[in-house]
Every structure is written in C-alpha cells, then in structure tokens.
C-alpha cells in the first residue's frame, strides 16, 4: 500500500468506526434533527410558577433534571412523548435575547413556546384574556432628538432617519403589516438591523413573524382546550392573529397606548417577546408567544394593577400552553405514522 492510501486510510478510519470527532474550536455545539426539545419560557417568577404548577398537575407532565448554567436554571423534562426544557428568560429585552440565544447554544431545541403576561394595547380585553400574535414589533427602538426652535411642533433629525424614513413609506405600500410610523414627541420610531447566515448586509426588520407551523397548531388547540375561565367564572376572550409590540419601558400611559395601538396596530405590549422572537429567526427555529393580559398597559383608571392579577393571567395562559403541547404531541405522532 502506497504511503497516500495509507494516510488517506488513517483519516477516514475514524468516522468510519463512530469514533467521535473533537468539538470545533470555537462557536456553539452542532446538534443533530434528531431527538429536537420544545423549550417552554417564561420571563420570570409568577409566570415560571404557573407553569411548574401546570406539570405538576399533569400525569404525563414530568421533570427529570435540572441543572443550572450561568444562573439560569433549566428543567429537562418530558410532556407525555416530547421532550422539553422550561426556563425563565428574566425580564427585558436584553435578559430575553441574551438567555435565549444561551438555550439555544446549549440544547437541542427546534420549537420555542413563550408564555406569560402582557399589558393590554387593544381595548377589547380585560385582565385574564389571552393574545396570541402574528407578529412582534420593538416599539421603542427609537431616535430621541431635539426640538426645532425655529418652527414649533417640529424636531431636528439626523440625516439618516430623514433616508430611512423614505424606505419605510415605500415598504408601507407593499406590506399591508407595516408600522404607520408616527413620532410619539420626540421619540421616533426607527427598525433593528438584523444578521443571519446568508444575509450578508445588515437587514432592517419592521417585525418578526411567529413560525406559520405552530400559529397553526395554535388555532387547533384554541378550539379543543376545555373553556378557560378567571377565578371567578367568568369566561375568558382569546385572540389570535394581530400584533404584539415589545420593548424595554413598562408601558403605563395611556396616550402611549394610544399610540402604540396606531402605529403597531398592537394587540398587546410586553418586555421580551420580540427579542426571543428575533433569536428564533437568526438560528431559524420555530416559536410563537402565549401572552395573558395582566393589566391595561395605562388604559385604567388609577393605579396599574399588573400585581394583583399577574399570577391569575399567568394560569390562564399556562392552561392555552397545555394544549397546544398537546397539539405538537399529536403532530409529531402523525408525522411518524
């Protein structure tokens, strides 16, 4: 055997006999299609509990480990044949995507299942009732400028938001979804740029639309679940489609409700979803976001009661969240057959 076949056959040898080949240097691990986990998250303490408090409840529900890394504490667990993991982001934007893109770095996750509160933009729903959005919008990625003392109710504008601005009337013409981007004082709206594998120039990203696969599932598990109802009795809306608006303020005033409903045409506001969204869509990962109305978001009268039915809006979004586990489960059965 000539000395090339030889080293060719050392090389090969390896792979051949399933011995494992070393970790690349840097970057995250690679995982293989198989054996993918639905990650279940929630932002923090009262909506984690309601979820807990559902696997708990549950025969075919379990936790097997958890582990932390890097203070986030992760359950593994199963939900009757699929496998999950359920974590808590923590609040924020920053904390949704730095935690998020840690999870996915870490474990084999091919669906994200976000579930929590959220204040309500549109005036239809009451604490207790459950959005599930299309779409998620940042709000306040924003320019903040100066007034023009030359001419009242104007502002000063950097030259680039006077160019981008021009793109986001011509985007408005084609897509019916597009923001009606209006300055809220001198706060003006502007768009993330985004980067992902085959995107080579930074992309500009008026929202991120959740995975068409789980909206799906979602409109099957609204018609199947049993009814869902407050404490009290009384009988729970459940909205889906529309849009969800995210961002790094508690929004609590009313005519910044107003015009978050404007602009966005939002449904409801919350501190996360659209950066776990953003994730989702970099590492091409399906996800979609349960939101339960804890408060008016400033629409109320008075003070803002996001504590006192925060626990309540987290149960009833936990019991929407079981079902449409369920509905993966039965996808995934067909899919097998």
Known sequence: MCKSALLILIIVLPGLFGVALAEPKYGPREFSDTDKWTAIVAAYEPEIRAIDDAF????????????????????????????????????????????????LDYFPIDKVIMMGIAGAVNPMFEPGDIAIPERWYYHDESVYVNPDLNKVGAYILPSYYKEASVGHKERAKIDSNAPKYKNFGYQFPREVAVVKEGIDIPQKMPYFSVSDNLLALAKKAIINVDTIKMPSGKLIKVKIGGNGVTGSVFADNSKYRQWLQYVFNAQVTDMESAAVGQVCFVNNVDWIVIRSVSDLAGGQKGHNDENVFSAIASGTGAKLMMALLDEIVNAKAKDIK
Do not use: C, H, W
């Open 56 to 103: 708990d409840r549950t025969e075919t529900a379990k936790i097997d480990q958890t582990i932390i890394i890097k203070g986030v504490k992760y359950q593994l667990g199963t939900y009757k044949s699929e496998p999950v993991i359920i974590f808590t982001t923590g609040i924020s934007v920053a904390n949704a995507a730095m935690t998020m893109q840690m999870a």
